[in-house]
Structures are given as C-alpha cells and as structure tokens.
C-alpha cells in the first residue's frame, strides 16, 4: 500500500491547516515535475526552434533596449550590458510567472472539476518552470561574463542562492494571489499584462537608481516592491558585492508578507473554484 | 470517526450551489454589481448521513439530478460542504470523470504517468505498476502511439485501467463501468469485486440496478438531495424500481 494520501481525512466547510496544504504538496511531487516538464517543453511543441522560444523572446527583449539605451542614448553606466542583463534575468523571471501565472486556474478548470488534488499545484508549477529559465539564463549569463573578461566576485557569488530564494518567496505569493483571484474576475489577467507593461518601466532596470529630484518619480521607485530585488541582483553581478543588508532586509520582509498574504487569497477563494470555474 | 471500523462516515451533509448569474469580468461587477443579489440558493443535498464499513460496498440510486454526483465529489474533496463533514480513512481513488488531464498529443505511455502523478502517486509506484497498467488496459503496442489517434474505447480503457491500479483504499465510482466492450466491462467488475474481496471499500453511482444488486451490500436511494430509502441492496432497488416505472409514478 502506497499511503501517500492515507489517514484519517475530516472535511467539514472549514479548511485544514496551512501546514497540512504543505505536507501534502510532497505527494504530488510527480505532478508537480511533470506540470513543470510539460510548461517548459510542451509549451512549444510542434515548433521548429521547440524549447529554444523560451530564450528568445527574452533575448531580442534585452537587445532591443541594449540598442536603445546604447545608441540612441547614452548611458551613464559603464558596462551597460551586464547592467542590463542583470536586472532583466530577475524582472523576466518576475513578469513571466506573473503574466502566465495568474491565467493558470482558468486554463486548468477542467482537470479542477474532475479530480482533487491541491490547487497550489498549478501556480507553483508556473512559478518554478519560469525559475528554470531563469537559471539557465544566468548560467548563458556567467558565459557572457567569462567571455567579456568582467569576471564575478566570489563573495558576492555566496549570496546568489540565498537571493534565488527570496525572490522565489516573493514571486510565489504574487503568483498564488493573482491565480486565485482570476478565477473569480477574468480580467485579472489582462490587468497584470498591461501593469507589467508600464511596471518595468519603473524599476531601475534600465537606467541607474538615484535620486531624481522629482517627488513623483522618487516616490515611485522606493515604493515598487521590484526596486529592492532589481537592486539585489545589480549588487551581485553588476557591482559584484553582497547587497547591503538594508536592501536584503527589505526583499525579506516584502517576500514574506507577499506569501502570507498570498496563500491566505489563495486558501480563501480556492474553496469554491470547482463551482465559479 | 466515531466507530473505526468504518472507512467513510458522513455526518448531516448540506450543500447548496450559488445559481445567481456569475460575474467573471470586470465590466458585469462594476455595471450589474447592485443586481447581484438576485442570488438564488439551491440546495442540492440536505442533511444527508450514512457510513460505509471497511470492506463495505455502498451503492448510491436515484433519478437523474438527485445529488448522486455532488455526494462523491464532495467524497473526493473536490466540492466542500457547507455543513456537516465527510470523514474518510485510507487513500481515495476515483473513476469519476475519467482520463481528466490526459493529453491528446502525448503518447498513451507519457499519459500513464502523468494522469497517475494527478492522483498523487510517486513515480517510483507509477514504474512498478506500469506493465499491470497497460495489461489491464488492453492497448497493447499502441501505448507508443498518440492517444489523438485512440478509439474512444481504447481511451477510456486505458483511463480506467490508471485509476483501477492506484492502490486505494476506497474507490469511488460513478457510471462508468459501461466503458469498453462487454468483455471489458466483466474484467471491471471482475476487478471492483477483487478489490473489495482484498479489503477495499467502494462507493458506486450507477443506474443499473442489475449491477448494482450484484456487487453492493447497501444502498442509498437520494431523492432531490435527501436520503428516501437506506438498506439491503435488494430491497431498496425494489421500492425504487416500483417508483420510478410504476404507476403513478413520474418516469424516466
């Protein structure tokens, strides 16, 4: 006997523990992997470039504003490239779960209504097949590095792990949310796409973060919850120190509260998907 | 559980579906937002109990859009009550809605598991389990195909033949076992009767009252979400075979 599920099981109209929502994501562990699979390869399926079409709508993404800011303007930053680069791996990671994220209840009503198993599969799923890009586009990101001669600083290096981890946090309990609450109002995805479309724009991803003098626009930056991990990411790669502890401190707090907020949505509306949906 | 001896025990279930016109988009909340209180309350089950033994096999009778669907799945969890509970000990497959999360432009092999790992099974079981998976199923060489290019019946065989072998300890069942040709359906109820000589409890939906006498120990007979009738399997399909053809009676 398998037993995974097994036990003595109470249902009544009030929901288990968080916890128990944990204990049982490790029985779908096969799930989950294979959910991820099927996000990452089968998503492009019947393609010629197939999995290729992960990378390069990032890709011409990060050149266009390379030529941009590059030649048509005139950055300030030298190495504006890794600048760049650094911030758009996290942002892309950010905006992907978000945008693909939120639409992940709906697309999957149908397999919802038929059989159980615990719904936080499916944004989680989302989240980590993005994290897979994710880190293969900062291991093509260490080639550039190697091959540009910038190097990396060890040190700084250390951190990365535990940065991963944060921004995981963060982009799980936003994700989580943004799922849920679509399944209720169907424009909730359509919000995300065009928020994320003016959001890059105020995250110092492309141009250096300062004071700017403008009151709007200062207020803004220190306000987008985005800015501290964009600035994670600059410290490690593009200024190659470990992030001040303010700004760690902060993505910490900000990821936690997004989580329990997150799962919080998530469990309250979840309750009814099978009837909404 | 109040006797431990039982592997399901439900306890003055209620449950009530929401049938006010559903608002999914922006523009219905903000335009018909103070329309929404034409919210109509339906209740589909009403305090409603029983229990099933280890072992036990309880079928579940009644006329189309009596509440036999909702009650197992609200069994499965995938609807909660809204009052009352559902307790239920061991793990819980079903042959509800088969073939749910199949992929038509994957192989029948990459289905296998896929559709195994949605009732949560590790893939080292789903390996140890795959040869009696795709014996039972029949479909012989064409496991390697796409299942795009299955018969209907080779589909659902192959459905059935994941969510017979998962290893449960309650097995719900809902209408199904008219899946396949006559000789598939015997090897079904062969194995549904298997199961339960080997311990298992089983929860069946069916309008077959042949079948139905044959394989249950007990059963329910909902009428419009409310138990009518409870007891010996011949019995009560009796009195709801006299009701539902006899005269007077509103037919079907």
Redo the contacts between chains.
């Keep these: 006997?398998?037993?995974?599920?097994?036990?003595?099981?109470?249902?009544?109209?009030r929901?288990g523990s968080v916890l128990g929502m944990f204990g049982e994501l490790s029985?779908?562990?096969?799930?989950i992997?294979?959910l991820v699979r099927?996000e990452i390869r089968?998503r492009y399926?019947?393609s010629v470039l197939g999995f290729l079409w992960n990378f390069i709508t990032p890709l011409i993404q990060i050149v266009v504003y390379l030529i941009v800011f590059t030649v048509i303007f005139d950055p300030d930053l030298d190495n504006y490239a890794i600048y760049l680069i650094s911030g758009m791996v996290i942002w892309i990671w950010f905006s992907e779960s978000m945008s693909e994220g939120s639409g992940t209840i709906v697309a999957n009503a149908?397999?919802?209504?038929?059989?159980?198993?615990p719904h936080v599969v499916l944004p989680l799923s989302t989240v980590l097949s993005k994290m897979v890009n994710f880190l293969i586009m900062v291991a093509m990101f260490f080639v550039i590095l190697a091959a540009t001669g910038y190097g990396v600083s060890v040190y700084a290096l250390l951190f990365l792990p535990v940065a991963i981890g944060i921004a995981f946090v963060f982009i799980s309990g936003l994700t989580f949310m943004l799922s849920a609450l679509n399944a209720?109002?169907?424009?909730v995805q359509y919000i995300v796409s065009v928020l994320l479309m003016a959001w890059i724009w105020i995250t110092p991803i492309m141009y250096e973060m300062k004071t700017f003098g403008n009151a709007f626009v200062d207020t803004i930056l220190s306000l987008n919850p985005m800015t501290y991990f964009v600035e994670m990411f600059h410290d490690i790669f593009y200024w190659r120190v470990v992030p001040g502890i303010d700004t760690v401190l902060m993505c910490c707090a900000l990821a936690a509260a997004l989580l329990a907020v997150g799962i919080a949505v998530f469990r309250y509306l979840e309750?009814?998907f099978?009837?909404?949906l | 559980m109040d006797d431990p001896g039982n592997a399901i025990e439900v306890r003055r279930l209620c449950k009530r579906f929401n049938t006010h016109r559903r608002s999914n988009s922006l523009k219905d909340l903000v335009v018909y937002h103070e329309r929404r209180d034409d919210t109509r309350v339906r209740e589909v089950l009403h305090d409603v109990s029983f229990s099933v033994p280890k072992g036990g096999v309880l079928g579940i009778i009644g006329r189309n859009g009596s509440g036999k669907s909702t009650m197992l799945k609200l069994l499965t969890r995938i609807l909660r009550p809204n009052e009352g509970t559902v307790e239920t000990d061991g793990k819980i497959a079903c042959l509800i809605e088969l073939g749910a999360g199949f992929h038509p432009d994957m192989t029948g092999r990459e289905n296998i598991y896929i559709n195994a790992s949605i009732f949560g099974i590790p893939k080292g079981v789903i390996d140890e389990r795959f040869d009696d998976i795709v014996e039972f199923s029949g479909i012989g060489e064409f496991i390697d195909e796409r299942i795009r290019n299955y018969s209907s019946g080779m589909y659902l065989r192959l459905a059935f033949s994941v969510a017979i072998n998962v290893d449960a300890d309650i097995l719900l069942v809902d209408e199904i076992l008219t899946v396949g040709d006559i000789q598939f359906q015997k090897k079904c109820m062969d194995r549904l009767k298997a199961f339960r000589d080997a311990g298992g409890t089983i929860v069946l939906v069916t309008h077959n009252i042949e079948q139905t006498t044959d394989i249950c120990d007990n059963i329910i007979w909902l009428d419009d979400g409310r138990v009518r009738e409870e007891g010996a399997a011949a019995e009560v399909c009796a009195h709801y075979k006299e009701a539902m053809l006899g005269p007077g009676a509103e037919g079907t």
Excluded: C
Excluded at chain 1, 27 to 31: I, P, Q, T
């Design positions: 006997m398998t037993d995974s599920g097994g036990g003595t099981r109470r249902t009544g109209p929901q029985d779908y562990r096969s799930m992997s294979n099927r089968g399926k019947g149908d397999m919802l209504k038929k059989i159980y198993f209720y109002l169907r424009d309750k009814d099978a009837e909404v």
